[in-house]
Each structure stands twice: as structure tokens, then as C-alpha cells.
């Protein structure tokens, strides 16, 4: 192993950085890291830039009007980069990036869109630590999860890749007198609306299952966190991906993705966020007629019985509702809790609570600051909301007297199911616990909302699992874990927290429409009509 220390621009916007590069020879390869010892973050020779442009049709251009934003650092309300913000006419050219670059992809051999699209997830491995460093300053998470994020990202086109040459139609039987097979094709452009709390991880997401399909794309990351989007382009244009496959717009919702999402060039949607943005982006697909894939908000209950292992339960509610600073739409934002033992459940809930260490992210904390001034302000306002109504804060519930948009992890208890907090997503590290006393009302609650998109039970009944399992209006259950589902599993929700699915092979659903194909072998006349 060679180590050498040196002094480079810095990546993160401290004012002097010292970086250790370790040169470690193992099997087959070189790894090359830069270690930054004056914040304990790692990243790589991929420095941040200045300023950051579009990336369309495999180039950095700048937008039309030359209008830039700051992305900001959450820990410390620094600006870290100068973003350019697409205009209706920027959106324009990516789309028609796309749709001229669609042709020649779809009809690239499906084994190599799968060898590319795997390379791309080699790539992402092998920068995971520059690009967690990105992610982790963008967004404010704890280093360790943002290596977690992109790990998961690596493996959504690893996963997808072995997909590529497997989408076969079917072959229906319907008599001998005619052959009748389907087949799976792309839509064309997708366009990709990616939200600001797993950037990165949810770019690799949807744009893997969308490229092993045959599509092109173009990527609107959220304004506050375009960073690890844009590097992850460039990265899919290294792997072999032709110029106008993948094209990312930065910008707000207006007019950047408002533009996108009504642009009739664009052939399918794929949103993640907040469920009155997925509305209005399917009033204005509704003009143009295009499907869209919607994974929206939830307010997930995690139902705790009294034959629960309650360190297990309350280890799992605790990972659910704190990490990435409840930032998460799978959060259990509810913890809907048997009287019998709810007091000892709080009590260990409130002890973990407590103990936890807000700092940088790039410090590796328990917990980093919230995304944004605007998400800080939305928490705030629960919180004294949740107040008002009568519920008890029994952990956390203020602001830390300290620069960034850092929160407490807060638990409200005494909190009824009708209660704006019990009922609206927070979004942010907010618990609040609803004692029940029958397996009827805790059914009865935990479904007494606008949202399915995820639930949990915590029990040693296994008929009371299935039972729950079956009548939880939720599009994922998790029993005596949380966060069960992987890069295989689909994932998506009932009522108003979406449309689809995501993740797994169902995903590809997204990306592909059926054609049927009828050939007529009959040697007289047909007689078919419509509506046989």
C-alpha cells in the first residue's frame, strides 16, 4: 500500500482540505481513494465543480437564459455549487436529444444494453465514495448512508441488466387458423422526476429499468439536490451509453418539470414526491395522453402487539422513523402500540431518542440536518401543530442552537388518529404513538388514512401476521422488520400514495407496452367481427 499527502481544491467548501491518497494493489485491480482527514469524508479524484451545467445529448451546455441556483449544504446553510436551471426551451432540447437517440437504442441488441448497463453499475461501485461524499454534502445524510444509497444504486442496474434480453411477449392460443403472439416494446422518451431526500439512489432506480427496456430518458432531479445526478450521467455516458440516452434538466417545478411533464414528446412519467405535485403532473399528462408511474407520500403505522419482542420492535421503529431524518416515504411515521404494553415501548423509544448524535454528514452522525430551510420549516411547524392539539412531547421537539436545518428526533404521545400530525405527512424525524386496545381497532386505525403505501406488525402470532397482512390496505407489510423491501421486490402503494410499481421486475411495466401481433393461416374468408 503507497500513501502520499497532498493538498487539492477542496470537495466539500471548507477552506483548506488535507487528503490522504491510498493506493492499495488487490487482486485483479488498483483502488485509488482520496481520504479527506480534515472531515473524515472519502471521495475520490472526481472534485466538485463551481458551477454545474445541463447535460444534454451527452454534452455540458449551459441553459438557455444562463440562469444558475445554489444547491446548498443543509449542515451548514453554505452554498456548495452554482446550478444552470433549465427553461422550457433547454427541456425542448433534451426531449429532442431523446427522442432522436431512441431509435438506434431500442434497436440496440438487448444483450448489450445489458453489458452497458451493467458497466454503469461498475462504475457507480467503483466511485462510491466520491459519489457518497457528493450525496452526503448535497443532501446532509450521514456519510454511511449515502454509501448505503449508492450500493443500492450499483445494484438497481446490476439487477436490471441480467433483465435486458429476457422481456419476452407470449404466444395465445386461439385456434389454428391464425397465430397470435405479443410483443414487449419500449414507450420511447420517459421522463424521470426524482425527488431530493434519495437522489442519487432513486436516479439508478428508474432510469436502469427504463434503459434495459429500450427507452431513452431525460432526469429532472429535485433543485435541492442535483449533484450526484449529474455525476451519475457522466458516469452512464463512460459506460457506453450513446449521447441523448440519458439527459438531465435541473430546475425547479416551474417552469422545469411542469415543462417536462406536459411535453408531448415525452412518451411516459416517472415521479416520485409529494402527492399534490403528483396530482398536478397527472392533470398535465392527461393533455397528452401519457401513462405516468406515481410512488407518493405515505403515513406508514408500524403496529406493535403485546406478544411483540419489544427491543426488536422498538429497534426497527426507531431505524424507520429516524433515518435520513425521517426524510423517507417508507418512514413509520405512526407507531400504532397495544395499551397493555405501550408505556415500556415509549420508554425504550424515547431512550434511543435521546441518544442520538445530530452532526454533518459528513461526521457519519446518527442523524444529519433535514434537506432543506423549507423541509426545517415544515417539521417546525408539526411540531408545534401536534402541540396545539393536545398530543405530549415526550423526546425531542426543538431545533438545536446550532448553524444548519437540524431537528431533533421527536415522539408525540397522547396523540389521536384524527389529529393533523396522525394524518398528514411530516416528513421529517416525527413519531407519533396511538395506543389501541383490540387487533380490530388497530386494523381500524392503521388504515384510517389517505395513504397504503407501506405498513408493519410486530407480533409472534403468525395467523394474526397473515390475517394483517392480507387486510392492510398497503402496497408493502413488513412483519418484525422494517424497510423489507429490496432492489427485487416491487414497491409502490394503494389510494393516494401511487400509481405502480417501482423496483423488481414488475417495474419494467413502466417501460414496456404490449403489442399484439394476429396472422391470419385460415385458407377461406374470415368471418371475425369486432367484439368476438
Known amino acids: 500500500m503507497h500513501k502520499s499527502l497532498f493538498n487539492c481544491k477542496p470537495v466539500l467548501g471548507e477552506q483548506y482540505s488535507i487528503y490522504v491518497l491510498v493506493r492499495e494493489v488487490v487482486p485483479h485491480r488498483i483502488v485509488i481513494t482520496l481520504y479527506n482527514i480534515s472531515r473524515g469524508v472519502t471521495t475520490d479524484n472526481q472534485l466538485l465543480a463551481d458551477t454545474y451545467d445541463l447535460y444534454i445529448g451527452g454534452e455540458w451546455t449551459p441553459g438557455s437564459d444562463g440562469e444558475r441556483f445554489p444547491t446548498t449544504d443543509p449542515a451548514t446553510e453554505d452554498p456548495i455549487a452554482q446550478v444552470a436551471s433549465a427553461t422550457a426551451e433547454d427541456v425542448d432540447r433534451a426531449v429532442e436529444a431523446a427522442r432522436e437517440a431512441f431509435p438506434a437504442w431500442r434497436d440496440t441488441a438487448p444483450e448489450e444494453r445489458g453489458r452497458i448497463v451493467h458497466r454503469i453499475g461498475r462504475l457507480v461501485q467503483e466511485h462510491r465514495e466520491e459519489l457518497a461524499a457528493i450525496e452526503s454534502l448535497d443532501q446532509g445524510k450521514p456519510i454511511s448512508q449515502a454509501r448505503s444509497d449508492m450500493d443500492g444504486a450499483a445494484r438497481y442496474f446490476e439487477y436490471y441488466a441480467g433483465a435486458a434480453d429476457k422481456l419476452e411477449g407470449t404466444s395465445v392460443p386461439v385456434g389454428p387458423d391464425q ?272 395513504y397504503g403505501l407501506v405498513s408493519g406488525l410486530f407480533t409472534a402470532d403468525v395467523k394474526r401476521a397473515h390475517r394483517f397482512a392480507r387486510d392492510l390496505e398497503a402496497g408493502n407489510v413488513y412483519v418484525n422488520k422494517w424497510f423489507g423491501d429490496t432492489n427485487q421486490t416491487p414497491f409502490g402503494g394503494y389510494k393516494h400514495s401511487g400509481i405502480g410499481r417501482e423496483k423488481g421486475l414488475e417495474a419494467l411495466d413502466s417501460y414496456l407496452q404490449t403489442k399484439n401481433v394476429a396472422i391470419n393461416l385460415a385458407d377461406e374468408d374470415s368471418e371475425s367481427l369486432p367484439g368476438a
Not at 209 to 217: D, I, M, Q, R, S
Not at 226 to 244: I, N, Y
Not at 294 to 315: M, R, T, Y
Open 179 to 450: 397465430i397470435d403472439f405479443t410483443l414487449r416494446e419500449p414507450y420511447g422518451v420517459s421522463a424521470q422526476i426524482t425527488p431530493w431526500n434519495f437522489p442519487g439512489n432513486l436516479f439508478a432506480r428508474g432510469v436502469a429499468p427504463a434503459l434495459v427496456a429500450g427507452n431513452t430518458t431525460v432526469v429532472k432531479p429535485a433543485e435541492q439536490t442535483p449533484l450526484s445526478s449529474l455525476r451519475l450521467a457522466e458516469l452512464c455516458t463512460e459506460a457506453g451509453v450513446p449521447d441523448g440516452v440519458v439527459n438531465v434538466v435541473n430546475g425547479f417545478g416551474d417552469p422545469t418539470g411542469a415543462a417536462l411533464s406536459s411535453h408531448p414528446g415525452v412518451d411516459t412519467i416517472t415521479f416520485t414526491g409529494s402527492v399534490p405535485t403528483g396530482q398536478a403532473i397527472m392533470k398535465q399528462a392527461a393533455d397528452t395522453v401519457t401513462p405516468v408511474t406515481l410512488e407518493l407520500g405515505g403515513k406508514n403505522p408500524a403496529i406493535v402487539f403485546s406478544d411483540a419482542d419489544l427491543e426488536e420492535a422498538a429497534h426497527w421503529i426507531d431505524r424507520a422513523i429516524f433515518t435520513n431524518g425521517g426524510q423517507v416515504c417508507s418512514a413509520a411515521d405512526r407507531a400504532i402500540v397495544h395499551e397493555s404494553v405501550h408505556d415500556e415501548l415509549v420508554d425504550e423509544l424515547v431512550e434511543r431518542a435521546e441518544g442520538y448524535d445530530l452532526g454533518p454528514g459528513s461526521d457519519d452522525p446518527d442523524m444529519g440536518p433535514l434537506a432543506s430551510a423549507d423541509q426545517f420549516e415544515k417539521v417546525s411547524r408539526y411540531v408545534e401543530l401536534g402541540k396545539s392539539e393536545g398530543a405530549t412531547v415526550v423526546a425531542g421537539g426543538n431545533a438545536p442552537d446550532r448553524e444548519g436545518y437540524f431537528f431533533e428526533p421527536t415522539i408525540f404521545t397522547g396523540v389521536d388518529n384524527d389529529m393533523r400530525i396522525a394524518q398528514e405527512e411530516i416528513f421529517g424525524p416525527v413519531l407519533t404513538v396511538i395506543p389501541f386496545d383490540t387487533a380490530e381497532r388497530a386494523l381500524e386505525i392503521a388504515n384510517d388514512v389517505q
